[in-house]
């Protein structure tokens, strides 16, 4: 079954205690990005990768780290949470394709809070 | 400034009726494309419908069209026959041609359909 997964998918963290949030796709896209959600402010785009070693900021990028090592994973890193990183995470794949925009293919999301 | 607005954060709706979620974007591409996500209570994100800008026809997916219109910059999401299980969280995305690994969303509209 084509599909994103993420995990955990909950998770109770303190301030300072890095954390990671995997992600993987099986459906060979090269495109991949993390999203946080909050009430009212809809999906912000965190980082972002084009492709295999290729990474980049999207517009709230303070406080996160990403590496793309492979081109199904794409992890999500907090080095040092803090309560205002308590969020709803989305990571979300897409193919990328000349002339075309194509349409993104999130995972179940992970819900984090840091106390 | 914003460049995804959906004016209305909440709508009801008669369970059978239809209903038009309003989306306006902004942009200086003449190459981008539109996206409606639903997100119901369960917490997915469903990729629903696509419009691109050189599209010469509404999109349209089952029981969801897209009125797009390009000199006001609207892509109003309309969806016909409404059922409860349409009760959900609506975003509207761009994709833009400068900036393509970049996706804009919207703050969304809540939908609740009323039996």
């Known amino acids: 079954e084509a599909q994103v997964t993420q995990n955990p998918r909950y998770l109770i963290t303190v301030t300072g205690k890095k954390l990671t949030v995997t992600c993987s796709q099986n459906m060979n896209h090269e495109y991949m990005s993390w999203y946080r959600q909050d009430p009212g402010l809809g999906l912000r785009q965190i980082y972002y990768s084009m492709n295999v070693e290729v990474t980049d900021k999207g517009d709230v990028p303070e406080g996160y780290k990403v590496s793309r090592k492979e081109k199904r994973n794409f992890p999500l890193i907090l080095e040092s949470p803090s309560p205002n990183q308590t969020s709803l995470y989305f990571c979300?794949?897409?193919?990328?394709?000349?002339?075309?925009?194509?349409?993104?293919?999130f995972g179940p999301g992970t819900r984090l809070t840091v106390l | 400034a914003q460049k995804i607005t959906q004016t209305q954060p909440g709508m009801f709706v008669q369970e059978k009726e239809a209903v038009t979620l309003d989306c306006t974007y902004d942009?200086?591409?003449?190459?981008?494309?539109l996206f409606w996500y639903k997100q119901p209570s369960s917490g997915e994100m469903i990729f629903l419908i696509y419009q691109g800008s050189y599209d010469e026809q509404n999109a349209t997916e089952g029981r969801y069209s897209l009125n797009f219109q390009k000199a006001r910059k609207s892509a109003n999401l309309v969806i016909s026959a409404s059922q409860l299980g349409d009760s959900a969280m609506y975003f509207c995305a761009m994709r833009e041609q400068t900036s393509y690994d970049k996706v804009i969303f919207g703050p969304g509209t809540s939908l609740s359909v009323i039996p």
């Open positions: 979300a794949s897409s193919l990328v394709t000349v002339g075309s925009y194509n349409e993104q293919f």
């Open positions: 942009t200086s591409d003449q190459s981008y494309g």
